[in-house]
């Protein structure tokens, strides 16, 4: 059997909230696993499927880029190793100014080789080296999207939350460029950015979107939970059904009840959106950055962080 260490256990109570006693039984019938840990306390009813307590908190911004015509649409997320630097002006300059230079490439490795727009004599890398000197921390582009609809009408269009800690891209397809251009429409694809940001537990844009694994994984575990284990098959399938319809529209963006109206869905909002510009749209698709999220951040004391900016002068 793996060792069960502390740190083990706190890492599956950051990513269930469950209790220490019960992250320390479930790494211990599961063999140090966290993952098929994670499914076993929600099995037993301990641990919700919110991923929002498994993000790790870590430094940086998340920035976008909206081109004016809105054709062109990126998401990045660049950090850094305190909220200090964070919240430097050339740290915000650089962030922005990569956001714009990602509209036009395809991975971070591609856009590190780039001379840098502000500075064409050196590359993207070589700046970013140099802003790291000046600066005194170390600074990585993360990861980042780009959405273009330079051959589909439409709109990308984002929402940036808590000063650039969580940031979502949207994009929303229309048959023309009239609809495109319709105020209602590029309103719509604002607030379902906003929507997205405000529901952590939303992951895609229709039930008809979630893969097949999701599906059956979440079967399984609805099917392994205790308080099902005398019911007859029969009921036990209808009460899993209904416990599998809920979560599923839990995770979509269409069923969500709209934030700045709560009589109605995000999809009732669509339909009257379609309404008024008198064709066919569609949320086409979305990604949401929170900064940080899955990266372990060293603790350090303010004094810690004090002492380190000073040595690096």
């Not at 100014?97 to 590359?123: F, G, H, I, M, R």
């Amino acid at each position: 059997m793996a060792e069960i260490s502390a740190k083990l256990v706190q890492e599956l109570r950051q990513k269930t909230g469950a209790g220490m006693m019960d992250c320390k039984k479930a790494l211990k019938e599961n063999d140090g696993n966290v993952d098929e840990s994670i499914d076993w306390l929600r099995k037993k009813g301990i641990a919700k499927a919110d991923k929002g307590s498994s993000r790790i908190a870590a430094e940086g911004l998340v920035d976008t880029y909206i081109q004016a015509d809105g054709q062109v649409g990126v998401l990045i997320e660049v950090n850094c190793q305190t909220d200090f630097v964070a919240r430097n002006e050339a740290f915000k300059a650089l962030v922005k100014n990569l956001a714009q230079q990602a509209a036009t490439t395809d991975s971070v490795e591609s856009l590190l080789a780039q001379p840098y727009a502000e500075k064409p004599s050196v590359t993207v890398d070589e700046f970013i080296k140099e802003t790291i000197a000046t600066l005194g921390e170390n600074i990585q582009v993360r990861r980042f999207v780009n959405y273009s609809l330079t051959s589909t009408p439409g709109i990308a269009d984002s929402y940036i939350h808590t000063g650039g800690r969580v940031g979502v891209l949207m994009e929303l397809t229309a048959q023309s460029a009239l609809a495109a251009a319709n105020a209602e429409f590029q309103s719509l694809a604002k607030n379902a950015a906003m929507q997205v940001a405000a529901c952590p537990n939303v992951e895609y844009v229709s039930v008809d979107q979630i893969p097949v694994e999701v599906v059956t994984k979440e079967k399984s575990i609805e099917m392994g939970k205790d308080d099902l284990g005398n019911k007859p098959e029969n009921i036990k399938e209808k009460i899993v059904q209904g416990r599998i319809d809920k979560r599923l529209k839990e995770m979509t963006l269409l069923d969500q009840p709209y934030i700045r109206d709560q009589s109605i869905s995000v999809e009732d909002l669509v339909k009257q959106v379609k309404s008024t510009v008198g064709e066919e749209i569609q949320v086409n698709r979305f990604v949401r950055y929170i900064l940080g999220e899955g990266i372990e951040k060293n603790e350090m004391s303010f004094a810690d962080e004090v002492a380190a900016q000073i040595g690096a002068k």
